[in-house]
């Protein structure tokens, strides 16, 4: 009993379950707890010899695949496992499948006017990048499935230690892991955009619980016939290089579902999907994010777009906002949202000549620890103004930008040197830098002279 409880807990605690699947309504998260249902079935049919229902197996796989398309690896992989072992329930399994996909393209016709919805589509997949992208989906520091479940460095070692049991079964889940590993490496995005860890992995992490259990039970099965010192002494050390592994792999993930650094690194010191290479960089792996100071940069990236400003105003916790934004910005909140040390806004105008800026805004500051924020404003590379906010209600801030800075392209930044963390403060656990809070910002067009603050 003790053991079938350590390794429920470290399939829990140890894998993606705890720091991906946990912590948002991912379609992992349905797929891997119908995955699940689907394995132990298998395992007790193969176990205790128990019946199958073919309706209820096809069922869930179909579901599966409903969740999520890349569930199709292991809906044709057991397909072919019944084929081979099981014959007699392929009827009835390839009827109510058929049933489920027929439902499923009807839906998408009436709904989408095509067969298959495009995100289910194998058009997605290509090879440019699959090389790196299948290196990098098990060795990468911030995305590797290796280094973000070492415990399964353990399981692969029980695996080819021991005289397993049920290897059809073992053989069923290494293909199927093959397979999705190779599938998922021809995403362009391989890294899976803002999450933590090997997130497109997750989908396997049932098919790595069935080979610990399976494997680990060969391991006792070892040690209940082996005898003597030798056999003890191996024994023990196999135990305490498992037992490290499981606990650095419940270490990992726990900072992935709990510290809010881990995902303040997505976008800090650059946003991931614009500088992909961070993910190979040992010097600040996402799981120690919250363990090593992010520099900040010299200068945020250019935007790569410059909308145009079509009504005055911007409301920051507004999505309409985001295409404003350049870099420096953090997640939408109620009232706004909170700038790090620098924060651009990119925008274009459809008259030139002289406008005004107001900024609703607020300050982050700590009484005692923090009681001030300078801010720098330009615009375009030109010094506006540069002023101290002491007071933490909110004020608007109206500031002239000159006809002669402005352009067809304009960028406007903020520049708050004092900036800072609450949890550096000891005033909270939020880990983000944080500088001014801003609710809108307004530009019109006005000849009225700056106003400072």
Not at 234 to 255: H, M
Not at 280 to 296: K, S, T, V
Request: glycine share 8%; aromatic share 14%.
């Amino acid at each position: 009993m003790k053991w079938s409880v350590l390794v429920a807990l470290g399939g829990a605690l140890g894998t993606q379950v705890y720091s991906t699947a946990s912590r948002a309504l991912w379609s992992h998260t349905w797929g891997i707890l119908l995955l699940g249902i689907v394995i132990f079935l298998l395992l007790r049919r193969e176990v205790q010899q128990r019946s199958l229902s073919p309706v209820w197996l096809a069922s869930l796989l179909s579901w599966m695949y409903f969740v999520r398309p890349t569930f199709a690896i292991p809906i044709l992989a057991i397909s072919g496992y019944l084929f081979l072992f099981h014959r007699s329930l392929l009827l009835r399994y390839v009827v109510t499948g058929a049933l489920w996909l027929a439902g499923f393209v009807l839906y998408s016709w009436v709904h989408f006017g095509q067969l298959l919805p495009s995100y289910y589509r194998a058009g997605r997949l290509q090879t440019g990048t699959f090389k790196v992208a299948l290196a990098g989906n098990l060795i990468s520091p911030s995305r590797g499935l290796f280094i973000y479940a070492p415990v399964l460095l353990f399981i692969l070692y029980l695996l080819m230690r021991y005289r397993l049991v049920q290897r059809r079964l073992v053989w069923l889940a290494l293909f199927i892991a093959a397979a999705h590993l190779a599938v998922i490496s021809g995403f362009p995005d391989w890294w899976a955009g803002h999450s933590f860890g090997a997130r497109f992995l997750t989908d396997l992490v049932p098919w790595f619980v069935l080979l610990g259990i399976l494997g680990w039970s060969a391991g006792l099965a070892w040690r209940r016939e082996a005898r003597g010192t030798a056999s003890l002494v191996a024994w023990r050390v196999q135990l305490a290089l498992g037992g490290a592994l499981l606990l650095l792999s419940v270490f990992i993930n726990t900072l992935g579902a709990t510290s809010h650094a881990t995902w303040s690194w997505l976008v800090r010191p650059l946003e991931l999907h614009e500088h992909p290479e961070r993910l190979w960089d040992w010097r600040q792996p996402q799981f120690l994010a919250g363990y090593f100071p992010i520099p900040r940069l010299p200068r945020l990236p250019r935007p790569r777009e410059f909308p145009l400003l079509e009504t005055a105003r911007i409301d920051l916790a507004t999505p309409e906002a985001e295409r404003f934004l350049g870099g420096g910005w953090n997640d939408r909140e109620s009232d706004g949202r909170w700038s790090d040390d620098q924060a651009t806004i990119a925008f274009r105008l459809r008259s030139a000549g002289t406008h005004v800026l107001r900024i609703k805004m607020l300050p982050f500051l700590v009484p005692k620890k923090l009681e001030e924020q300078i801010v720098n404003v330009s615009l375009n590379d030109q010094p506006l103004c540069s002023f101290t906010l002491r007071e933490l209600d909110y004020r608007i801030y109206s500031i002239t930008l000159p006809g002669a800075f402005l352009q067809e392209e304009n960028l406007l930044r903020f520049d708050i040197p004092g900036a800072a963390s609450p949890a550096a403060l000891g005033s909270g656990d939020d880990s983000r830098w944080l500088g001014l809070r801003v609710h809108w910002i307004e530009i019109d067009r006005d000849d009225a002279e700056s106003v400072r603050p």
